[in-house]
């Protein structure tokens, strides 16, 4: 369609598709390493639980000194924090700290220590994975800021990103740093959005979205299209929009206008073709 990024920044996992985008690697090597990105998480201990916290991140730090076991998940906006960790400390927190606390339905803590044993086996599939340096500027979640030839490339890094809170918010910070005009959450359903409204400076760009659940992906896409041409100064490739649909562009006729008077004749036994439309006037007409 012609929409093309000019920097990219994802969460979690999505960290891996924005890599994609970024140039760091090809599509076949992303789908490999999503598989085993997941089947390594999948196979570790299960008895954990996760919560988001709607506190900022310095209350939630100090709260979680006093549970042994409650880890950082992600500071994903200024104030929603999601804690990861055993399941009995993480209901102990969430029913002690006297914060704000909501439970995620999750198999799994993801980035805390129950993940430790999905690292090392995923560095390994990355540094059998060809890598290269982004091509545009791609924002880091691990770190917070952006992206060099040597951190996208770096296998221990993505291993880290199983392990450590996804600095979303932070990432988020740095993209609102170079101007965006819009910003497009690509997925299933805008989960991001609202926690990257947040995060952003004073001046907001157009938030635009894929998909969105329970609604038809075709209309909604294009929908979300007509926005991004109405609400920036961006335009769209519309040879590509139409390519491979059997399109074709046509003339087409011009109207035959079918001309007809409607006023009185100059005389009483004037006639024109038209004389029964003339003659039928309201019996008010002056």
Same mark, same amino acid.
């Given at each position: 369609?012609?929409?093309?990024?000019? $920097?990219?920044? &994802? !969460?979690?996992?999505? %960290?891996?598709? +924005?890599?994609?985008?970024?140039? @760091? #690697?090809?599509?076949?090597? =992303?789908?490999?390493?999503?598989?085993?990105?997941?089947?390594?998480?999948?196979?570790?201990?299960?008895?954990?639980?996760?919560?988001?916290?709607?506190?900022?991140?310095?209350?939630?730090?100090? $709260?979680?000194? &006093? !549970?042994?076991?409650? %880890?950082?998940? +992600?500071?994903?906006?200024?104030? @929603? #924090?999601?804690?990861?960790? =055993?399941?009995?400390?993480?209901?102990?927190?969430?029913?002690?700290?006297?914060?704000?606390?909501?439970?995620?339905?999750?198999?799994?803590?993801?980035?805390?220590?129950?993940?430790?044993?999905?690292?090392?086996?995923?560095?390994?599939?990355?540094?059998?994975? +060809?890598?290269?340096?982004?091509?545009?500027?791609?924002?880091?979640?691990?770190?917070?800021?952006?992206?060099?030839?040597?951190?996208?490339?770096?296998?221990?890094?993505?291993?880290?990103?199983?392990?450590?809170?996804?600095?979303?918010?932070?990432?988020?910070?740095?993209?609102?740093?170079?101007?965006?005009?819009?910003?497009?959450?690509?997925?299933?359903?805008?989960?991001?959005?609202?926690?990257?409204?947040?995060?952003?400076?004073?001046?907001?760009?157009?938030w635009l979205s894929t998909l969105r659940r329970d609604r038809t992906d075709q209309v909604e896409l294009h929908a979300a299209v007509a926005a991004y041409v109405n609400q920036t100064s961006a335009d769209l490739d519309w040879a590509g929009l139409h390519q491979g649909k059997g399109r074709r562009t046509t003339t087409i006729p011009t109207y035959p206008f079918n001309r007809q008077r409607f006023w009185i004749s100059s005389g009483p036994h004037e006639t024109t073709s038209n004389q029964k439309n003339e003659t039928k006037r309201h019996q008010n007409h002056g």
């Amino acid at each position: 369609m012609g929409v093309r990024p000019d $920097a990219v920044v &994802g !969460h979690s996992l999505g %960290e891996l598709t +924005a890599a994609w985008v970024a140039g @760091v #690697v090809d599509l076949a090597d =992303l789908l490999r390493l999503t598989a085993v990105r997941g089947r390594l998480m999948e196979s570790q201990p299960g008895e954990g639980a996760m919560a988001v916290v709607h506190a900022d991140a310095e209350a939630v730090l100090a $709260a979680i000194a &006093g !549970h042994p076991g409650v %880890e950082i998940a +992600a500071f994903n906006a200024p104030r @929603v #924090v999601t804690i990861t960790g =055993l399941a009995d400390a993480v209901t102990r927190f969430c029913r002690d700290s006297g914060l704000r606390t909501q439970p995620l339905v999750v198999s799994h803590a993801f980035h805390s220590a129950a993940m430790e044993g999905a690292v090392a086996p995923f560095v390994e599939a990355v540094a059998a994975t +060809a890598l290269s340096a982004p091509v545009i500027p791609f924002a880091s979640t691990v770190t917070g800021a952006w992206h060099t030839p040597r951190t996208a490339t770096d296998p221990g890094y993505w291993g880290r990103a199983i392990r450590e809170p996804v600095r979303f918010t932070q990432a988020v910070a740095a993209l609102g740093g170079i101007g965006a005009g819009s910003v497009w959450e690509i997925g299933s359903h805008p989960q991001l959005t609202s926690l990257a409204k947040a995060s952003w400076g004073e001046t907001q760009p157009a938030w635009l979205s894929t998909l969105r659940r329970d609604r038809t992906d075709q209309v909604e896409l294009h929908a979300a299209v007509a926005a991004y041409v109405n609400q920036t100064s961006a335009d769209l490739d519309w040879a590509g929009l139409h390519q491979g649909k059997g399109r074709r562009t046509t003339t087409i006729p011009t109207y035959p206008f079918n001309r007809q008077r409607f006023w009185i004749s100059s005389g009483p036994h004037e006639t024109t073709s038209n004389q029964k439309n003339e003659t039928k006037r309201h019996q008010n007409h002056g």
